[in-house]
């Protein structure tokens, strides 16, 4: 038997599993703050988008864009490097920059995630794009890979870029469910339709990758997808959440969406949203689930304790 359209989508708006409702639930420690070593610029230092791992010797590394005011996407060139015994802990270590972008090669470094696999950090990252008026319209966003022993020194992969996509496609994640990957990004919905977007790429590695497949639409129209960014897809309990940062609706709100599909999470399926930016979410055996909060209003990077409450 087959059903109208409308009805298929009612259907996929009715969980089969419990639905979770994620919860800041204590009060954000200010983990690093750029500004207590570095001077250059004479002004505040900021930090944006981020990533955190968990080395094989128990130390919690973080990475992401580092830059000073006045803030200047197009400027970030850095990414840094910190790190912690303890995910709970109070002042993390500042070990400088991770990776300095390639001059003529690579204009921007900008969000980076990193994951382990097999022995081996990954990093994934966007490098921007060289044309002189890259800035100015939806041009297409450079997504490459580092790989490192030690998370201190990293090697970029002899076939940067990966891909490429419209809209300064970037903000990485990698989710792997069930023997395949898949690679979430912000771009815009295509060259011309402005849209922002998540798209997700699929594959049997982290090297092999299939054409793009547009995850999620939000009706914001900006030429850099900037109502869609810092995507970020958690499995639990039998369903996902797409967490974006709504960073041109309001610059401090993630919001977060259900769905079954990982390829799919209709703008319908809202679950809450949260009042931070860009943010990343962290889970650790010991201490629990964590998000993260960070932006260019604020001096560096705050982690809050996160759980999970049902919605009945």
Known sequence: MKFPLIILLLLNCIPSFAQLIPEISGPFVHIFNPNDLRKEGDSSWYTNDHT??????????????????????????????????????????????????????????????VMHEKGTYYMFYN??????????????????????????????????????????????????????????????????????????????????????????????????????ESPFVIQKDGLFYLFICKAMTEYNLTAVYWSKDPENFPIENLVCTLPVHAAEIIYDKKDGWFISNTGWDKKGLYLAPLRWKSAK
């Open 127 to 228: 490098v921007g794009n060289m044309q002189k008026n890259a800035p100015d319209y939806a041009s297409w966003g450079q997504l490459c890979m580092a790989a490192s022993k030690d998370l201190y020194t990293w090697e970029r992969h002899k076939r940067n870029p990966l891909f490429s996509d419209p809209g300064h496609a970037r903000d990485s994640y990698i989710m792997h469910y069930k023997g395949k990957y898949y690679y979430y990004y912000t771009r815009t919905y295509s060259e011309t339709d402005l849209r922002s977007a998540v798209a997700v790429r699929t594959g049997p590695d982290l090297f092999h990758w299939s054409g793009p497949q547009i995850a999620h639409v939000q009706p914001y129209e900006v030429y850099w997808g900037g109502d869609a």
């Open 52 to 113: 955190f791992i968990k080395g094989e010797d128990g130390t919690w590394h973080a990475y992401g864009i580092i830059h000073h005011l006045p803030v200047a996407p197009w400027k970030e060139t850095r990414l840094f490097h910190i790190s912690a015994k303890s995910i709970k802990q109070g002042k993390w270590e500042d070990h400088g920059y991770a990776l300095t972008a390639k001059p003529g090669v690579e204009r921007v470094l900008w969000a980076p995630y």
